[in-house]
């Protein structure tokens, strides 16, 4: 039997950075000793020049440097720091990660799509047990979206990873606030066009059965905003249901208005109004892709499967 390991990970995102310490093995979580996050845009501006600014390298090293002096606190037996979409397309990537490490003493491991996938697979079903497979593990991300299909829990059978997410498409398509008719015709479209060949190659694992699982910020924040949850809480988000004509209806409600209107509706963080529309276009164009009624909310993802990654030792070579 696994040994109990106190485990820390920071999930650097395009829109956000993560913190969680648990205690794990490779098999549960036994407990969450601290989590957070915060929002800094480390992706902005990524769409338009292809860089990083530096500015959201500072935003991101504040947040970093006080993560790093809680990590320190609990003494955990291991620490992770992972990198995700913005990290993996920036041009000047090398040079941000050197910062890190400069300032703050920080190595990032900059971690590819497809790992990302595997990864957020195993985070995003636990604790959902009760519910039966094949699955379908939709992650909407701030630079990226993941598709994942398994037959159990533990095991999945494809995993893709695409570079589209919420802050990419909106910096790329809205020029407008709110966007145009155009705007969104256009996005549509873009939305078609770049899930279409990865959605066929999953098509013979789409079966009838498949239960489709959403994660991340964007799907949470959907539930949140769909259901009026004012103070979000995981144990409240997870496992819920949401309907596709759920999502649509929302999207038709924030659709005509300003992105600092937005905020004023429960369930939107600060840090979200602006790119909450693109979530709702990427989920609603993936269940139509796939087919499917709506989804079955995950609180957990990716932080969570590199928790139980790490607390397996590491075994599966993911990192």
């Keep these: ?131 039966r497979g094949p699955f379908l593990v939709i992650d909407i991300g701030g630079g990226s979206s993941e598709l994942i299909v398994g037959e159990t829990t533990m095991k999945f059978w494809k995993a893709f990873s695409v570079e589209i997410g919420v802050v990419t498409l909106t910096e790329g398509w809205f020029r407008s606030d709110p966007p145009t008719d155009s705007e969104i015709v256009q996005v549509r479209h873009y939305l078609t066009e770049r899930f279409k060949e990865v959605v066929t190659i999953l098509q013979p694992y789409l079966t009838a059965g498949v239960t489709p699982v959403g994660t991340a910020g964007s799907v949470t924040t959907i539930l949140a905003m769909v259901r009026k949850i004012v103070r979000y809480d995981p144990a409240i988000v997870h496992g819920q249901g949401l309907m596709r004509q759920e999502v649509d209806k929302l999207f038709c409600e924030i659709r005509p208005m300003k992105a600092k209107d937005r905020l004023l509706l429960p369930g939107v963080e600060r840090g979200r109004e602006d790119i909450i529309l693109a979530g709702t276009l990427i989920l609603l164009a993936l269940l139509d892709f796939v087919n499917q009624a709506g989804l079955v909310v995950s609180a957990y993802g990716l932080r969570e499967g590199v928790v139980l990654d790490l607390g397996d030792g590491g075994s599966s070579s993911l990192l």
């Design 1 to 131: 039997m696994n040994r109990l390991r106190r485990i820390a990970v920071v999930d650097i995102g395009t829109n956000s950075v993560r913190l969680v310490i648990a205690v794990a093995n490779g098999l549960r979580i036994e407990s969450v000793l601290l989590q957070d996050g915060r929002i800094t845009r480390l992706g902005e501006g990524l769409a338009e020049n292809g860089q990083i600014s530096r500015s959201a390298v500072d935003r991101t090293i504040a947040v970093l440097s006080e993560y790093a002096g809680h990590i320190r606190s609990y003494a955990p037996d291991r620490i992770c720091y992972i990198g995700t979409s913005a990290l993996r397309q920036a041009s000047n990537r090398e040079e941000v990660l050197s910062r890190f490490q400069q300032e703050i003493g920080v190595s990032v491991k900059v971690i590819s799509g497809e790992d990302e996938a595997a990864l957020t697979y195993r985070g995003a079903l636990l604790g959902l047990d009760e519910i």
